[in-house]
């Protein structure tokens, strides 16, 4: 109450033709505030990894209404890499994202303080922001437009130790892998064959990967090894110093085997001081690079223009 008298009466001595009397009232909700009891604390263990891992919803049908090329689209899985892309861009502390056809995994150092490690913050921040990055990012890679916005659910997973974290990417890798080859095969038989749906389903019931390698070879002519490393491995952002552009850091896409262990002696920045390593590309800088160095320099031009003040004369 002192506080708005002295307001009023300072208001009045720095403007004395405009003053007016600002209305007296208590605090607003004071006595509500109790309901701010009932918020639970969610703060996330300190010294584990935090993994959040962001999945589409009903992407069968989102595929197939934006006709997705079976069985992979490669402007799709695009989509997905560049708006995981703005999230790394956006947390410095993700060291590494992995990500196969509708999800994406996130690992966050173990010492990350964003958010004050609230779980839901971080949650909700990395699902809403790889939204409405997917959504963004869609005219640069599809040439269709979006019939409507698609939406990903989220989970935050803690692991305490460097092998759990290490064998939870290998499980998700190694689903690539089998999912893949189910469905390379799958695709084959109905859109080469003309195999119904159902048809294709019981041709490959009950049979091993062996099996479906040896299909696709004998009646396709495809060996399976050959296939884009993208569409087998999925795809891994590491956050890189590029030798060829004079040390500039960008998110760089490798599709790498992250089961082996030569992945990690390869890139120890992931389990170790977090210092990005270097990279270099003898065939040129992939797209999802190009276009981060182009965004990076637009904004730098924008920042060298000179302000215009307005005449307001």
């Known amino acids: 109450m002192r506080s708005i008298g002295f307001l009023n009466t300072f208001y009045k001595f720095l403007n004395p033709p405009f003053s007016r009397v600002l209305p007296i009232r208590r605090m607003a909700c004071s006595r509500f505030e109790y309901v701010k009891s009932f918020e639970q604390d969610d703060s996330i263990l300190p010294n584990v990894w935090i993994v959040i891992r962001i999945d589409g919803k009903k992407f069968h ?94 989970r935050v997973v803690l692991y305490p130790s460097d092998e759990n974290l290490r064998d939870y990417l290998s499980w998700r890798q190694a689903d690539v892998h089998v999912n893949n080859l189910y469905n390379t095969a799958f695709w084959k038989l109905v859109l080469d064959k003309g195999l119904s749906n159902q048809q294709a389903e019981e041709r490959l019931r009950g049979t091993f990967s062996a099996d479906k390698n040896e299909l696709l070879f004998q009646e396709f002519g495809i060996n399976y090894n050959n296939l884009p490393a993208m569409y087998r491995k999925g795809t891994i952002l590491l956050r890189k110093r590029l030798v060829d552009r004079k040390g500039r ?10 089961i082996s262990s030569q992945f990690w002696k390869h890139h120890t920045e992931i389990l170790g001081k977090y210092v990005p390593g270097s990279y270099s590309s003898p065939e040129g800088l992939p797209k999802l690079v ?7 320099h637009s904004s730098e031009q924008e920042d060298e223009q000179p302000q215009i003040k307005a005449d307001i004369s």
């Open 61 to 154: 049908k989102f595929s197939k209404t934006h006709d997705f090329d079976k069985p992979n689209d490669e402007n799709a899985l695009n989509v997905m890499n560049a708006a995981a892309t703005a999230v790394m861009q956006e947390f410095r502390d993700i060291v590494l994202a992995y990500g196969q056809s509708d999800e994406y995994s996130f690992v966050f150092r173990k010492e990350t303080t964003a958010f004050k490690r609230r779980s839901a913050k971080l949650l909700t921040y990395v699902t809403s922001l790889f939204s409405s990055s997917y959504v963004m990012q869609w005219p640069r890679w599809k040439s269709g437009p979006l019939a409507y916005a698609p939406c990903f659910d989220g």
């Open 290 to 296: 190009e276009n981060q160095l182009n965004e990076k």
């Open 249 to 258: 850091q960008a998110i760089v896409p490798l599709h790498e085997d992250l």
